[in-house]
């Protein structure tokens, strides 16, 4: 981008979604705006870091809080699983990396082992990206209790029909608290690859609503703290609480408000923002 900037400097240079900064190495701030003219931001909290290295930056909001909720089926999900209505449903998405599916699918056997331990009428099921489909179809299937499998085209389904979820930090997360899901977080990475990052991280939270809202609404284990053991403890926390469930999900989408879910379609706004720095480059 900088050698195009440098080769056509009469040509604006809008680069749409920056690096995540606020996470980790945020040094790479100076380097996006030394190499192009405007950035078009997913949330709020990108913007800060990007202006105070004089990149003008638009706020356009993210596809993901804008996912239609509305069409899901919680009641008909349950019907074509043989799920009763009060029935208490655990829901797993191990993720949508094979690294991700590696690390954590053994995490969440063991964890929901214990919970299945404790309650045997727990229902269980695991969401598995079309991505990965086969590897988590084959790892579950070697799970000593009945789980119902997932695709993607049931997910939303699945998330309204979930009494609490078991989500691999990323968009998931964003998905499961438009759904209205309490949630646990869990991640791992490679011991080595842990070791390296870890000096450059920067973000107290992984979970974006949970950045927004700088408090840690939804719990995260990260790393050594996700143990089947502290993963089941705070699944059966949930499990156990209705009030504690209904407050979850309530501070979930106050904290996707925060990240922008009442906002406008973020394609009208980035095409608006486009045809301003266009236009301001023309100099009308």
């Given at each position: 981008?900088?050698?195009?900037?440098?080769?056509?400097?009469?040509?604006p240079?809008?680069?749409?979604?920056?690096?995540?900064?606020w996470?980790?190495r945020?040094?790479?701030?100076k380097?996006?705006a030394?190499?192009?003219?405007?950035?078009?931001?997913?949330y709020?909290?990108d913007?800060?870091?990007?202006e105070?290295?004089?990149?003008?930056?638009?706020?356009?909001?993210?596809q993901?809080?804008?996912?239609?909720?509305?069409?899901?089926?919680?009641?008909?999900?349950?019907a074509?699983?043989?799920?009763a209505?009060?029935a208490d449903?655990?829901?797993?998405l191990?993720?949508?990396r094979?690294?991700e599916?590696?690390l954590?699918t053994?995490?969440?056997?063991?964890?929901?082992?214990q919970l299945k331990?404790?309650?045997?009428a727990?229902?269980?099921?695991v969401?598995?990206?079309?991505?990965?489909?086969?590897?988590?179809?084959?790892?579950?299937?070697?799970?000593p209790?009945?789980?119902?499998?997932v695709s993607?085209?049931?997910?939303?389904?699945?998330?309204?029909?979930?009494?609490?979820?078991?989500?691999?930090s990323g968009?998931v997360s964003?998905?499961?608290?438009l759904?209205?899901?309490?949630?646990?977080i869990?991640?791992?990475?490679?011991?080595?690859?842990y070791?390296i990052?870890?000096?450059?991280?920067?973000?107290?939270?992984?979970?974006?609503?949970?950045?927004a809202?700088?408090e840690?609404?939804?719990?995260e284990?990260?790393?050594k703290?996700?143990?089947?053991?502290?993963?089941a403890?705070?699944?059966?926390r949930?499990?156990?609480?209705p009030e504690?469930?209904r407050?979850?999900a309530?501070r979930?989408?106050a904290?996707?408000?925060?990240?922008?879910r009442?906002?406008p379609?973020?394609?009208?706004?980035?095409?608006d923002a486009?045809l301003?720095?266009?236009?301001?480059?023309?100099g009308r």
């Amino acid at each position: 981008a900088k050698a195009l900037k440098e080769a056509l400097p009469g040509v604006p240079l809008i680069k749409y979604v920056g690096p995540q900064v606020w996470a980790s190495r945020p040094g790479r701030a100076k380097t996006l705006a030394q190499s192009v003219d405007h950035l078009l931001a997913l949330y709020a909290f990108d913007a800060p870091w990007f202006e105070r290295e004089g990149l003008e930056t638009t706020v356009v909001g993210s596809q993901a809080l804008h996912v239609d909720m509305n069409a899901a089926d919680p009641a008909a999900f349950r019907a074509r699983r043989g799920i009763a209505p009060d029935a208490d449903l655990l829901l797993v998405l191990p993720g949508s990396r094979p690294s991700e599916i590696k690390l954590m699918t053994p995490v969440y056997e063991g964890a929901v082992g214990q919970l299945k331990r404790a309650n045997p009428a727990l229902e269980v099921a695991v969401v598995a990206a079309g991505t990965v489909a086969d590897d988590v179809a084959g790892r579950i299937a070697a799970w000593p209790f009945r789980v119902h499998l997932v695709s993607e085209a049931e997910k939303y389904d699945a998330m309204k029909a979930a009494t609490v979820a078991l989500a691999t930090s990323g968009t998931v997360s964003t998905e499961l608290a438009l759904a209205g899901a309490p949630m646990v977080i869990g991640y791992r990475f490679q011991p080595l690859s842990y070791a390296i990052m870890k000096p450059f991280f920067t973000g107290k939270y992984a979970t974006l609503f949970n950045h927004a809202a700088d408090e840690e609404i939804a719990r995260e284990l990260i790393q050594k703290d996700a143990t089947p053991g502290n993963v089941a403890a705070e699944v059966s926390r949930l499990l156990a609480d209705p009030e504690a469930r209904r407050t979850l999900a309530e501070r979930q989408t106050a904290a996707l408000d925060l990240m922008g879910r009442n906002a406008p379609d973020p394609s009208s706004l980035a095409a608006d923002a486009v045809l301003r720095v266009i236009a301001a480059k023309a100099g009308r």
